[in-house]
């Protein structure tokens, strides 16, 4: 089975400019969650969507948005890039609707912003 | 708030010895759920065990075992024998069991682990 896929794997932006990320989940997963690494901040939780809804938002500017398709695909977009944007973005997915199920990530994409 | 921390920023250990990763967290929860990833350089974060809050069971897998003590709030990782492909950063995680946030999950900071050959 194929796992969590991610789009593009690598991406240089300039400030001010705005990136769309996409995730495509584990077959028959319909939770899809995102999450933003960088050093100094560490793993931080951004959102996460289950049947085309938001069910979770974490502490980002709304600059920060997403959505998720009928399929289980997931897009993130950031609006207005700033150099702090610059970080890996994981997208995750589990199977179901389930506080215990296990999140499975992709490889991420590394957004760098000039 | 749920927290966990890793007080092990970075380890250092000889192939064949011995190590364990130390993860202390703090929820108010009665149901939680605990996770351990393994993220090698490529970035993936690696999925390696789940823990409930009711099953205190100590579980051994291969190399890898996982302690976990409510009594400590602690859900530590132990390599044994420790190869170099071990080396990567290893990341405990908390989840709530129900009510608001209980869709993510809230890292600790990680330890790197390096394996020296």
């Known amino acids: 089975k194929a796992g969590v896929t991610q789009t593009p794997r690598y991406l240089i932006k300039t400030r001010g400019q705005q990136v769309t990320l996409s995730c495509s989940p584990i077959?028959?997963?319909?939770?899809v969650s995102w999450y933003q690494q960088t050093p100094g901040q560490g793993l931080q939780f951004l959102f996460e969507y289950f049947s085309e809804t938001q069910r979770n938002k974490g502490n980002f500017p709304g600059r920060f948005s997403g959505r998720q398709f009928s399929n289980s695909r997931s897009e993130m977009n950031v609006s207005t890039l700033e150099l702090g944007d610059s970080a890996l973005y994981l997208c995750a997915s589990s199977l179901a609707d389930s506080h215990q199920e296990t999140q499975y990530f992709g490889p991420g994409t590394r957004l760098l912003v000039l | 708030a749920q927290k966990v921390t890793q007080a092990q920023t970075e380890i250092s250990v000889v192939e064949k010895e011995d190590v364990t990763l130390d993860c202390v967290y703090e929820t108010r929860d009665t149901t939680y759920y605990l996770f351990w990833y393994k993220q090698p350089p490529s970035g993936e974060l690696v999925f390696l065990i789940r823990r409930n809050s009711f099953d205190e069971q100590n579980e051994i897998s291969g190399r890898y075992s996982w302690n976990f003590q409510k009594s400590t709030s602690s859900f530590n990782f132990t390599i044994t024998a420790s190869q170099v492909v071990d080396s990567a950063v290893y990341f405990c995680?908390?989840?709530?069991?129900?009510?608001?946030?209980?869709?993510?999950?809230?890292f600790g900071k990680g330890t790197k682990l390096s394996v020296i050959p």
């Open positions: 995680a908390l989840r709530r069991g129900a009510g608001a946030g209980s869709y993510q999950l809230t």
């Open positions: 077959s028959g997963h319909r939770s």
